[in-house]
């Protein structure tokens, strides 16, 4: 069992559709990261939150807009995507300081949403 | 740069087999390596980690050895089964501020058959 959720599992939605896919976590992380996977590729690194402030934008298209409204939860909203974007999004977390010994805690990932755009 | 190449797949084997998928890095600084595995329809999974040169990381029988001479993490496991099969990703981690960077390599699939 995964200690990141992700909701939901699949999205099917048109290019005009607006929806919001979210992540949540309750292991104390600080921070949070959204990821991009296509078909037999690593992932790709979207955004990353940290004390629940955006630190890194990887020139993401304004089409995908990441919330992160608490230190638990992690949302990425969605609008007017285009058939390229359909894909494995992943969430993931972390904490947060390298300085300290537990800053060498990996990533944990959740089991992603898998996107599909008509 | 930062990167990470991994030896490309698929990778085949009979079940038992030796398993070796080679990992090397290219990094300034002294990062820490991680191996992760991605079953089918599921995220990624830590498999093991090393954080210093010559630690060795080890997990459901998988081990890497972080070698700071070769910059290598090389993952190996002495008899695989059908239930290894998967894709691995070989990983650095670069952090600065608050937060972790993942840098992966492409990705290995291996496919075990009975």
């Known amino acids: 069992d995964t200690e990141v959720t992700q909701t939901p599992k699949h999205l099917v939605m048109g290019m005009t559709n607006k929806k919001s896919l979210k992540c949540e976590q309750h292991?104390?992380?600080?921070?949070m990261y959204w990821y991009k996977q296509k078909a037999k590729k690593p992932p790709e690194l979207m955004f990353v939150?940290?004390?629940?402030?955006?630190?890194i934008n990887e020139s993401v298209p304004s089409r995908f807009s990441p919330e992160c409204p608490n230190s638990s939860l992690l949302n990425l909203h969605l609008h007017a995507l285009q058939p390229e974007d359909s894909a494995l999004y992943l969430c993931?977390?972390?904490?947060?300081?390298?300085?300290?010994?537990?800053?060498?805690?990996?990533?944990?990932f959740g089991d992603g949403t898998r996107l599909s755009i008509l | 740069g930062n990167s990470v190449t991994q030896m490309e797949g698929p990778v085949t084997l009979s079940e038992e087999a030796f398993l070796t998928i080679n990992c090397t890095y290219t990094?300034?600084?002294?990062?820490?390596l991680f191996w992760y595995v991605q079953y089918p329809g599921e995220g990624l999974q830590l498999l093991l980690k090393?954080?210093?040169?010559?630690d060795k990381g080890s997990n459901k029988g998988f081990e890497a050895t972080y070698r700071k001479e070769t910059t290598s993490f090389h993952l190996e496991k002495g008899s695989v089964q059908v239930s290894d099969s998967a894709v691995y990703f070989c990983?650095?981690?670069?952090?600065?501020?608050?937060?972790?960077?993942?840098?992966f390599g492409a990705g290995t699939r291996l496919a075990v058959h009975p």
């Open positions: 993931a977390s972390s904490h947060a300081n390298p300085g300290h010994q537990r800053g060498n805690q990996p990533q944990h």
């Open positions: 292991m104390g992380h600080r921070a």
């Open positions: 939150y940290s004390y629940e402030k955006l630190s």
């Open positions: 990094a300034t600084g002294y990062p820490s």
């Open positions: 090393a954080t210093k040169a010559d």
């Open positions: 990983a650095l981690r670069m952090g600065s501020g608050g937060y972790n960077k993942l840098i």
